[in-house]
């Protein structure tokens, strides 16, 4: 079962992308073979899947895994992400001791954002890698 995805969320995978365009994509193909034009009945859907392409086709470039399963981080959540990265890889010993309680995450979210690409999709910026 793919997950829900909804652009603006804070974090995406790819692989829930591709599985919302491909659900997408088979409405409309098998609506488009009766006769009807999907985008015309279904014009919150198809927008839906314009947009979702617009995303593949930015972030692809970018993200070589891709098709494996990339994450791409929104651009107000990336500071809580590089704290969780930081957390995730041990780098957090204890954080309520000195100096790691006085770290400028912002700092250091930006210092990290240099290994990521930023993309921008209505007007929502994500950043891939």
Do not use: C
Not at 37 to 45: G, I, K, N, Q
């Amino acid at each position: 079962m793919r997950n829900s995805i909804s652009l603006g969320d804070d974090i995406l995978d790819s692989r829930d992308i591709e599985a919302r365009i491909h659900e997408l994509e088979e409405e409309r193909d098998a609506l488009d073979d009766g006769g009807k034009t999907w985008a015309a009945e279904y014009p919150d859907e198809s927008e839906e899947l314009a947009v979702w392409l617009a995303v593949r086709e930015q972030a692809k470039g970018s993200a070589p895994d891709w098709d494996y399963g990339t994450t791409l981080i929104h651009d107000r959540y990336f500071t809580r992400y590089a704290q969780d990265l930081a957390d995730d890889l041990g780098a957090l010993r204890e954080a309520t001791d000195w100096p790691l309680r006085h770290i400028d995450w912002d700092a250091a979210a930006e210092a990290l954002q240099q290994d990521y690409t930023p993309i921008e999709v209505d007007s929502i910026t994500y950043w891939v890698r």
